[in-house]
């Protein structure tokens, strides 16, 4: 069964950084991307970040001031967050996608809060 496991969030204050973490487990030998969704009250879910074997990218909105890792683990990922603004504030859900055999599976973690406060 693939599971993902999320943690990092909490409260900081304009300015301040968090580091979030995905651990993603149930799964081998297949292609996948890890990435980070958040969503705000009232507003669509958005990408933040991803990263395969082959790449990373961030969007616009976090450039600069976000990092997309991988952990010692290989399933590990991280994402580091700096510089923090009160529109950063959300829910943050890592997200898996598998390619298996032409087929794409896509996971959701439970999603971590993370609040800035100004």
């Known amino acids: 069964e693939v599971q993902l496991v999320e943690s990092g969030g909490g409260l900081v204050q304009a300015g301040g950084s968090l580091r979030l973490s995905c651990a993603a487990s149930g799964f081998t030998d297949v292609d996948y991307a890890i990435g980070w969704f958040r969503q705000a009250p009232g507003k669509e879910r958005e990408g933040v970040a991803c990263i395969s074997d082959l790449d990373s990218s961030l969007a616009d909105s976090v450039k600069g001031r976000f990092t997309i890792s991988r952990g010692n683990a290989k399933n590990l990922v991280y994402l580091r967050m700096s510089s923090l603004k009160p529109e950063d504030t959300a829910v943050y859900y890592c997200?898996?996608?598998?390619?298996?055999?032409?087929?794409?599976?896509?996971?959701w973690g439970q999603g971590t809060q993370v609040t800035v406060s100004s």
């Open positions: 997200n898996l996608i598998l390619r298996v055999g032409g087929h794409i599976y896509n996971y």
